[in-house]
């Protein structure tokens, strides 16, 4: 491909710009309205993922932008493929996930005749993601590429959606393609809002701190994991951001999330300092917006953002502090406090939670996140989509420092396959294990010859009730004995696996299940495993 400036297509110069940028995966699902894209990309070192579905695709771009901290990309064709990988979108904007979603579009000459598959892309997304534009005019590529990028990073990050009309894609300009990425900077604390927030945790008789978000950087996590470690404050995860600290220090006090344990309802209620650093605080986290008065609580509290639009969104704080989480933790971390009775206290609570009492049926899920967790690497990487499943290796799998989660903010089910695609492609020296249920499971089972193409070999496991176990307990609970719609009749999901090259195998009795993890880890394609669960045991300490 000759890449001067006077003979690049668009599609070229869109894709040198995404080198440039410095990104080098990208995942989708071709389609007419952008073959100029797909030309640049048949000489670029960009490398295409072939996805089975633009959910999936989209999906991916998600997990890979939560993972590595560079936004997503996602390639998905007009109408009908943009709007299947709006759920992506979605949960990026969500989960506050750097991705960019670009849209081939129909011909510029077309618009407003509800041509074929014609979508007005502002309108359809304005909602879902950050920043939605379409480049009319091939030479400013290079300008709204460096938008795109540092709007998905900024802040809150978060989604942006770039539709590419076919015309425009194949138009020659004599334009240079980014040379380099835009420079990025962190916002620091202000020293006077500093100073407060550091004397209302100084003073205070039970302070606690609820962490999360995206957007940390390498710093940023020594700096926490050194707070959680002095543990001089009970320190608490969000919402599936259980692996932002290491299970074992002495700070960790548990998860404000779905199914949160009345420990934890406890230490939120009771406290009299609340430092909130760099969560959104969503429906999971206050529990359905209970655990805080809005729009002032009554506990006092210090609420630090990396984006100055969450600060007092929905609770106004004592103390505002616009700043990345790294500097906020660093600048916090010698508070003159010592651990006592109240931390001692939140660390039992912790603990005590770890307990479940006995299972019904042969398989019993507490034991087998025991075998994960003696299992799995110190590097290991976890995922799962939506459902009751999920409460399993959320409640009771340990975080250690160098271990991964990726879940959807969302609540999207068929999230965990994707995503664990996407993160054996982007270390395929790491074990890699999604937990997904039966109906989750084959929301997106499709992208297992994705995997099988890619040589992406995680290991999945199917939690197998033969029921929407989580709408099942709600129903069970609000129309007693009026089962509608939930019961699901399932494949073989041992010999879908060999379909797609992976292994598989069934485990019914927990006595099982130790070894047939071995043998999954052991397999160079990869593996699926069905654990036979009864729809009796809905979560640790619900049954129908």
């Not at 960009?46 to 590595?68: I, K, N, S, V, Y």
């Not at 087998?368 to 690497?377: F, N, R, Y």
């Amino acid at each position: 491909m000759d890449t001067t400036a006077s003979t690049l297509t668009a599609g070229e110069l869109l894709v040198k710009s995404l080198e440039a940028l410095g990104a080098t995966r990208a995942f989708g699902v071709p389609g007419e309205s952008y073959l100029a894209v797909l030309d640049a990309l048949h000489d670029s070192p960009l490398d295409l993922t072939l996805t089975r579905h633009e959910g999936g695709a989209a999906f991916m771009a998600c997990a890979w932008g939560q993972l590595t901290g560079a936004p997503g990309i996602c390639m998905v064709t007009r109408g009908p493929g943009a709007t299947n990988a709006s759920i992506g979108v979605h949960s990026a904007m969500q989960g506050s996930v750097p991705m960019i979603l670009f849209v081939g579009q129909i011909a510029r000459w077309m618009r407003e005749r509800e041509a074929f598959q014609e979508v007005d892309y502002r309108a359809a997304f304005g909602p879902i993601a950050k920043w939605v534009t379409e480049i009319d005019d091939a030479a400013r590529i290079p300008e709204i590429l460096a938008r795109a990028w540092r709007t998905a990073l900024s802040g809150r990050p978060g989604p942006v959606v770039i539709a590419l009309p076919e015309d425009m894609l194949v138009e020659r300009v004599p334009t240079a393609p980014l040379s380099a990425p835009p420079v990025l900077s962190e916002p620091y604390p202000a020293p006077e809002a500093l100073a407060r927030a550091r004397a209302m945790l100084e003073s205070a008789e039970r302070p606690l701190a609820i962490v999360g978000g995206t957007g940390w950087t390498s710093e940023g996590r020594s700096a926490l994991a050194r707070w959680a470690g002095a543990g001089q404050i009970p320190t608490l995860a969000a919402f599936r951001f259980h692996d932002l600290l290491d299970h074992d220090a002495l700070g960790f006090a548990g998860v404000a999330g779905v199914g949160m344990t009345p420990a934890v309802k406890q230490l939120i209620a009771e406290a009299d300092v609340i430092l909130a650093c760099n969560i959104r605080f969503g429906e999971m986290t206050t529990d359905g917006y209970t655990l805080f008065d809005a729009p002032r609580p009554r506990q006092r509290m210090i609420h630090s953002h990396s984006s100055d639009r969450e600060l007092g969104k929905i609770y106004q704080p004592d103390v505002a502090l616009h700043a990345a989480p790294g500097p906020v933790m660093a600048a916090l971390g010698d508070l003159a406090a010592e651990p006592g009775p109240w931390m001692e206290e939140a660390r039992a609570g912790y603990l005590a939670s770890l307990t479940a009492p006995p299972q019904p049926g042969t398989l019993d899920m507490r034991a087998v996140v025991e075998v994960l967790q003696e299992t799995l690497s110190s590097d290991a990487i976890l995922t799962n989509g939506a459902g009751n499943f999920a409460v399993w290796t959320n409640r009771f799998f340990g975080f250690g420092p160098g271990q991964r989660l990726l879940a959807p903010q969302s609540g999207a089910m068929g999230y965990g396959i994707p995503a664990a695609i996407a993160a054996k492609i982007a270390h395929p020296e790491r074990q890699v294990v999604c937990i997904a249920g039966d109906g989750d499971f084959q929301m997106t089972c499709n992208e297992l010859g994705a995997a099988m193409q890619a040589g992406a070999c995680p290991v999945i496991l199917v939690v197998n009730n033969g029921s929407y176990g989580t709408i099942r307990m709600h129903q069970e609970r609000e129309y007693p004995a009026r089962v509608s719609g939930t019961a699901l009749e399932n494949p073989d999901f041992v010999a879908l696996a060999g379909a797609y090259g992976f292994h598989g195998a069934r485990v019914a009795r927990t006595a099982e299940f130790a070894p047939a993890l071995a043998d999954a880890l052991a397999s160079p394609t990869g593996a699926v495993i069905e654990l036979e669960l009864g729809v009796e045991a809905l979560t640790p300490g619900a049954t129908l």
